[in-house]
């Protein structure tokens, strides 16, 4: 087995293998990063009737806060490409009764969405970030001017040893490559204008946010 340090890029393959394991106790494990997620949310500034893709929506924990935002007129679009995650996401929108939230099982670089949406979080997906096949696609499901949110795990200050010990920790159980753990948003910041960046945990997660401009490439 490869481990993410060794890896210079993302392995789809490896990324579905990880997430079909962890599906069932998922929810869990992220329960120290629910505060990031309702900040991040925040930054897409929703508006109710608005539509939201959410890559990598994974068991869909943000449905029910973008859900509030954009309301019963609003849409909600799930990208996920693990089926055992993507189970669980199901599941979350059966139970909330949600009629406008739709789930699209495929990979980032592939899935089609119809129409256009007013905004994209990128919640916790390294590997989604560091593919530009993935965003391309993803970027190409909104409008100009779209809000766009990317935030996740990254190498704090290296003075902050304790933070980056768990980085790393975290990051080999989750992503399938440390490239570009330094700056996990750059990527995605080269489509975007009005980037604002900011650090949480210590410098060990990011919250970026920026609007989309077809234009830049
Ligand atoms: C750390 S989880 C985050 C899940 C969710 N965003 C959340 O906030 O809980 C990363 C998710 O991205 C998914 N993923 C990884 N690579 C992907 C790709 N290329 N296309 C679509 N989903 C991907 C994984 O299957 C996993 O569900």
Redesign the pocket.
Known sequence: MQLPATRRA?D?AA??A??RRRAAF?DQE?VLFEPI?TEAIESLDLRPGDTVL??????G??FEPLHSLVGDEGRIVG????PE?MAQARDRVREGHWDNVELVC????T?RVAGLADAA?????H??LR?SA?IGNMLAHLKRGARVVAS?LQWAPPWVWPANAFVLLAAMY?VTSLEGLGHPWDKLARRLTDVQVHSALMGSVYIARGVYQPDLH
């Open positions: 993302p789809r990324a579905l990880q997430y998922y992220l997620r959410d890559v990598g929506c994974g068991t924990l943000s990208i996920e490409q693990c995650m495929a990979p980032a670089a899935a979080l990128f919640h916790f997906t590997d989604v593919e993935s996740g989750s």
